[in-house]
C-alpha cells in the first residue's frame, strides 16, 4: 500500500475531482454525462440569438468542437461545493485555451463576436456549476422516480468483494442496495465485521436469489476457480439476474488499469500510460502551450545565466546528460551547469550539501531551480513534460532498479522538470535507500492517478516551495 509520508496521496487528491460514479443509475449517469457540453453550448446559442438575432454557422462549428471536448462530462454529483467549482474552472480554463489557441492559430478568431466570447467566458462554467448544483438537488426526487432500488449480492467474502461491498454501501445516490454475502466457507475464516451479512452457502445461491428477488449478482470469486464459477452460471442460468465478475486481480497494485478488447477479445491492463487518447492529447498540448509562454517570458533570464555560467568557471554553459525517458529510452536533457565536472559514465556521483565540485553560482542555480530552465526546450523536443517524475542519471537507474520493486514503472510516463514526489519533500540528494523508495512511491502514486488538475496543483505547489526549499544543493 502506497504511504503518502504525512502527505496527500494522488488518489486522495483526485477524490474530491473523480469521485466514484453512481453505480447502475442510467438517468443520473446520463444527465452527469451530458451537463457539461450542455451547460457550455447552451449559453454559447443565447448569446448568439441575442447579440446576432440568429445562430451563424461559426458558432454551429464552435458548438461541435465544444461537444467532443466535453462529452461525456466528469462525475462531479458526489464532490463537495469548493472542489466542484475549482474542478469546473479549471476544467473550462483549459478547455477555453485550447479553443483560443486554435482560432488564433487558424485565422478563425475574427469570424467572432468579441462581445459574445467574452461573455461567454464567465457564463459558461457559471452555467455547469449552477446546474450541477440544481442536478445535485433533484438527484434524490430522480432516483425515486427510477422506482425501488436493485438488491444486489456479492459471492465471495475476500477483499475485492468487501471492497466493493463498502464502495456500494456508501454511494447514497446509487441505486444498487448491497443485501449480504454468499461463501460456503466457515465464519471462523470470514471478516467477524460482515459475518452478520453471510446469507448462506454457494450451493444455496439458487434458491437465495429467488427468495430475496436478487437483481443483480457479483462474483467475487478467485480466478483459479473457473470450474466452480461455470458451475455457478449455469445454475443462474435460470434467474433474471445480471451477473457481473470481479475479477481477483484487481487487489493487485494496477497502474491505470482499465479494460479493453484486442482482436474481440477483452483484455484488462494491469500496468499501462496513463496518457491514451484525448488524455494523451490533452498532456502533450498543455506542455506545448506552456512551454513556448515560460520560454518566451524567461528568455532574458536564459541570456543572463548562461553569460554568467560562461564568466565564473571554466567549462560549458549547458551540461548535457543521458537520462530515461519514457519507455525507459534514453534521452539528452539540458542544464545550465552548476558544477566543476560533467559526469555522465557508468557512475555518477550524486550532489551532497556542501559538494565542492558545485560552483559558486551552481549553488545559486540548484537551489532556486534555474539551473532546470533549459529542461523547457526538451518538453518542446518530446523528450520530457513540465510535470512528471524527475528524470534520474543512467547509472542511478541501473543500481535502483535492481532494489526498487516497480521502479522501471514510473518510465510508463515521460520525465518532468517537476514532479509529485519533488513537491512532497522529496527533491534533492537521495542518499539512502528510504529516500529513494520514498521518491518511487509518489512518482508511482502520480503515474496511477493524473489529471490534468492534479498537474497544475503539481506547478503551483513548485513555486511556492522554490523559494523556500533546502533541500536541493
Not at 539540458?334 to 565540485?357: I, L, P
Request: charged share 20%.
Amino acid at each position: 500500500m502506497f504511504k503518502t509520508h504525512g502527505h496527500l496521496s494522488a488518489s486522495a487528491f483526485n477524490h474530491n475531482a473523480a469521485p466514484s460514479t453512481l453505480g447502475n443509475n442510467d438517468l443520473l449517469s446520463a444527465l452527469e454525462g451530458m451537463i457539461t457540453a450542455v451547460a457550455f453550448i447552451a449559453p454559447l446559442w443565447l448569446l448568439a440569438y441575442h447579440f446576432d438575432g440568429e445562430l451563424l454557422p461559426q458558432y454551429l462549428l464552435l458548438s461541435v468542437i465544444v461537444f467532443a471536448l466535453t462529452f461525456p462530462g466528469n462525475p462531479r454529483l458526489m464532490v463537495g461545493k469548493s472542489p466542484l467549482v475549482i474542478d469546473i474552472v479549471v476544467n473550462w480554463l483549459w478547455i477555453a485555451g485550447v479553443l483560443v489557441l486554435t482560432a488564433v492559430s487558424t485565422g478563425y478568431l475574427r469570424e467572432f463576436s468579441s462581445k459574445i466570447l467574452l461573455t461567454w467566458a464567465w457564463l459558461a462554467p457559471a452555467t455547469e456549476i449552477g446546474a450541477t448544483v440544481v442536478l445535485r438537488a433533484a438527484a434524490p426526487a430522480l432516483i425515486k422516480l427510477q422506482g425501488p432500488r436493485k438488491r444486489a449480492i456479492v459471492v465471495g467474502m475476500n477483499a475485492q468483494g468487501l471492497a466493493l461491498s463498502e464502495k456500494l454501501m456508501s454511494s447514497p445516490l446509487n441505486r444498487i442496495e448491497f443485501f449480504g454475502f454468499v461463501d460456503s466457507r466457515d465464519l471462523s475464516r470470514l471478516n467477524p465485521a460482515c459475518g452478520q451479512r453471510l446469507l448462506g452457502k454457494i450451493n444455496d445461491l439458487q434458491t437465495l436469489v429467488k427468495a430475496h428477488d436478487i437483481r443483480v449478482i457479483y462474483l467475487s470469486l478467485p480466478m483459479a476457480s473457473q470450474p466452480r464459477i461455470l458451475h455457478i452460471l449455469d445454475e443462474l442460468k435460470d434467474t433474471t439476474s445480471s451477473i457481473y465478475f470481479v475479477p481477483d486481480m484487481f487487489v493487485t497494485d494496477l497502474i491505470q488499469g482499465h479494460s479493453s478488447t484486442v482482436c474481440g477479445t477483452q483484455v484488462i491492463s494491469v500496468c499501462e500510460s496513463p496518457f491514451r487518447a484525448f488524455d494523451g492529447v490533452a498532456k502533450r498540448t498543455s506542455d506545448v502551450v506552456f512551454s513556448l509562454l515560460i520560454l518566451a517570458l524567461i528568455s532574458p533570464l536564459l541570456i543572463g545565466i548562461a553569460f554568467c555560467v560562461r564568466l565564473t568557471s571554466p567549462g560549458p554553459i549547458i551540461f548535457k546528460q543521458r537520462r530515461y525517458g519514457q519507455d525507459g529510452q534514453e534521452i539528452l536533457i539540458y542544464k545550465f551547469r552548476s558544477m566543476t565536472v560533467t559526469e555522465d559514465g557508468g557512475v555518477v556521483t550524486q550532489a551532497t550539501r556542501n559538494d565542492a565540485r558545485i560552483t559558486p553560482l551552481g549553488s545559486f542555480l540548484r537551489k532556486t531551480s534555474l539551473d532546470e530552465l533549459p529542461q523547457f526546450i526538451n518538453v518542446l523536443q518530446g523528450r520530457m513534460s513540465i510535470v512528471g517524475p524527475r528524470p534520474h542519471a543512467v547509472a542511478h537507474n541501473e543500481l535502483y532498479r535492481k532494489l526498487i520493486k516497480g521502479y522501471m514503472v514510473r518510465h510508463k510516463v515521460k520525465p518532468g522538470i517537476t514532479g509529485w514526489a519533488q513537491v512532497n519533500g522529496f527533491r534533492g540528494e537521495t542518499d539512502t535507500l528510504e529516500k529513494m523508495q520514498g521518491r518511487i512511491d509518489y512518482d508511482l502514486d502520480y503515474v496511477r492517478h493524473w489529471s490534468l488538475r492534479l498537474d497544475i496543483h503539481i506547478l503551483l505547489k513548485t513555486l511556492r516551495l522554490i523559494a523556500k526549499d533546502t533541500r536541493a544543493y
